[in-house]
């Protein structure tokens, strides 16, 4: 066995076991900060997609095997000691350049082709991620002093950077997120590697000179990191929040999620619906209940709650109750914008989990109006969440869905199908254009098990003023045609929309604004 250094190899001390777990620990870790950062830096610009995050953890994935490659090679031909330092100097100044190369690309991309997620994932997280990840093998070679402690030394150490990993994990995932905006874990994330990285230069090799030269470049890349414009007025825990106020409304308020319209609210005047599918939910139930008639309503997300408002001011003594996992913002709605009504209650909660705690026959309408990015969350869009919300609905209880899909309509036919597939009486609400086929928006999915109210349905959108058509019966059923009931099992839902994921649709139908 090998107990002593071969020539050629170094001939200072192996490195301490407690410097070296710090070190894993903290380049392991920081790998997992960086990915976990990257999903909501690109949020704003890509939207929160399966295929978004799948494409942000390959590329972390890839970053890791490249780096750990790379720096194995690096530490048979180099002093592993002497690249320590500049490797995580580097780290840290590539963390720093995260956040003006993602918000600079970020705007110019905005809306284009679905390969720019792999792009922009790349260029948030593959080069410092391998750097980091160079770190492990390095400091291996340096404390593996003897081939006899290969597997001691190998194992205790991957063992500490996974440690590292689960930390990093859970502290972001439950403690960061919730109190500090993404911006400032990044720029703290860099500074900190910084700082290690020019102890390790000093401590090992006293290059005083080496640390001068390259403060300018630390500098530098620090205030571009701080500088980076951004685009979120409040970070919540799920999106990039704001609202904007209507130029042509003084009264007239927007509430963007990652730069989509989500809602607009009327402060002066909540009967004013300025969105089309909120017209149409506004009709399918003014079909379904007599005029003033109060009635009890469960809202599955809650935007700015202009349906909640828009109930409670046209149908006196109404009841609601919003089902919104992002408390960040309810509590923007609530100070941008205006409480929400008398006689409606909010639960931070997931929308499923709300929704099975909830009594049966307690609602005579539930509106579907979450989103995750563009896509109504998989989990509430399956079979057997729509069997729950048939549950929870009195006899004569209302479904109303909003959907966004364009051609060829895939998951609104598998969203139709699916509802269709739980209750007896379903139609759909959109313009005509886009039941055609002939481009994309908003669909209104009504369903009830008894007869939908067709000819009241169709009669309260006339007197909106809004050209919407309503398909139903055999039109609705060649329409679904073979679309497959989404499952629990089997609900690709993001598959379904992705190819127009990333285009301009919002949850309003509507083109997101630019915002000043």
């Known amino acids: 066995m090998l107990t002593e250094p071969r020539d050629g190899e170094r001939d200072e001390p192996a490195m301490p076991p407690g410097v070296a777990g710090a070190l894993v620990f903290l380049s392991s870790g920081a790998v997992l900060v960086l990915e976990l950062s990257a999903l909501r830096l690109l949020a704003p610009y890509l939207g929160l997609t399966l295929e978004m995050s799948t494409a942000v953890i390959g590329v972390a994935l890839a970053a890791i095997a490249f780096g750990t490659w790379a720096g194995g090679r690096a530490a048979d031909f180099m002093d592993p000691g002497g690249a320590l330092g500049p490797l995580l100097l580097a780290s840290g100044i590539m ?3 995260v956040l003006p190369a993602v918000r600079g690309v970020g705007e ?13 994932a790349m260029l948030t997280l593959f ?3 391998a750097l980091l990840s160079a770190v492990t093998p390095m400091v291996i070679k340096l404390e593996l002093r003897s081939l006899e402690r290969t597997g001691s030394v190998v194992g205790r150490l991957s063992a500490i950077g996974t440690l590292g990993a689960l930390v990093a994990t859970f502290g972001t995932g439950f403690v960061l997120f919730a109190f500090v905006p993404t911006s400032r874990i990044i720029v703290a994330l860099g500074a900190l590697l910084v700082v290690v990285g020019a102890t390790v230069l000093l401590t090992r090799r006293r290059r005083v000179a080496a640390v001068a030269a390259v403060s300018a470049v630390v500098l530098a890349a620090g205030a571009s990191a701080l500088l980076a414009p951004d685009p979120c007025a409040v970070e919540t825990r799920y999106h990039c929040a704001s609202v904007v106020a209507d130029p042509q409304r003084p009264s007239g308020r927007t509430l963007l999620l990652d730069r989509l319209r989500h809602s607009y609210v009327d402060t002066d005047d909540p009967r004013n ?7 149409a939910v506004a009709a399918g139930v003014d079909a379904a209940f007599a005029p003033d008639e109060p009635i009890k309503v469960l809202h599955l997300g809650a935007g700015g709650m202009t349906l909640p408002r828009y109930f409670a001011a046209t149908r006196p003594g109404s009841t609601g109750l919003v089902l919104e996992i992002d408390a960040g913002v309810v509590s923007l709605v609530r100070d941008q914008i205006a409480p929400e009504p008398d ?3 909010v639960q931070i909660t997931d929308a499923r989990l709300g929704l099975s705690r909830e009594p049966a026959g307690a609602y005579d309408v539930v509106v579907g109006d979450a989103f995750g990015s563009v896509a109504v969350p998989w989990h509430l869009a399956t079979r057997e969440a729509v069997a729950d919300i048939s549950r ?3 006899p004569g209880g209302l479904y109303a869905l909003n959907v966004i899909d364009r051609p060829p309509l895939a998951l609104l036919r598998a969203e139709v199908a699916t509802i269709a597939d739980v ?9 005509p254009d886009v039941l055609a086929g002939n481009g994309g928006g908003n669909a209104v999915v009504l369903a009830s098990q008894d007869p939908l109210a067709l000819e009241q349905l169709s009669a309260s959108l006339n007197r909106r003023d809004r050209r919407l058509a309503v398909l139903s019966g055999d039109e609705l059923r060649a329409f679904v045609g073979d679309a497959a009931v989404l499952t629990d099992d089997l609900a690709p839902v993001d598959q379904l929309l992705t190819p127009y994921a990333l285009g301009p649709s919002s949850p309003s139908g509507s083109p997101p604004p630019a915002l000043s």
Do not use: C, H, N
């Open 343 to 345: 006689g409606v209650q």
């Open 273 to 279: 619906l300025e969105f089309d599918y909120a017209r």
């Open 95 to 97: 963390t720093w350049s």
């Open 423 to 431: 209750f007896a009486s379903v139609a759909v609400v959109s313009e």
């Open 108 to 120: 110019f991309s905005r809306g284009q082709d679905v390969g720019l997620v792999m792009l922009m």
């Open 392 to 394: 929870v609905l009195a």
């Open 127 to 129: 080069v410092p991620a």
